[in-house]
């Protein structure tokens, strides 16, 4: 699976990556709104994991960004956030899914094998 992982924090976005690539797939980290979008106009991706709280543009705003792309009407997007935000947001944004951070790397790769 090649995943667009979309994550401000230095620490968790290396501990997933590395997770990830170690568990076989690809990993492209973004730490901004702004590189989540360039990244999803580069390259196609199987799914994207974009955290709602980060610089540039929000997350809320980037998944409408991305979803407008030809590319990427399809791509399973989940959000993810320690902030107390309502699932309805992710869903109205266009996103397929949202969940709570903390999360292990692990539960997270299960839930987005449930799509792939």
């Excluded at 540039?56 to 030809?70: H, S």
Aim: glycine share 6%; net charge negative; aromatic share 10%.
């Amino acid at each position: 699976m090649k995943i667009l992982l979309v994550e401000d924090n230095y620490d968790t976005r290396t501990i997933f990556r590395l997770y990830f690539e170690m568990a076989g797939h690809i990993c492209r980290a973004a730490s901004s709104g702004d590189e989540a979008i360039s990244a999803a106009q580069e390259e196609s991706f199987d799914t994207i994991i974009m955290d709602v709280e980060i610089p540039g543009v929000n997350g809320w705003d980037a998944v409408r960004q991305i979803r407008a792309l030809p590319t990427c009407s399809t791509v399973p997007i989940l959000m993810f956030t320690a902030y107390n935000h309502e699932e309805a947001q992710a869903l109205e944004a266009g996103a397929n899914g949202f969940l709570r951070k903390p999360i292990a790397p692990q539960d997270l790769l299960a839930y987005l094998q449930q799509w792939n």
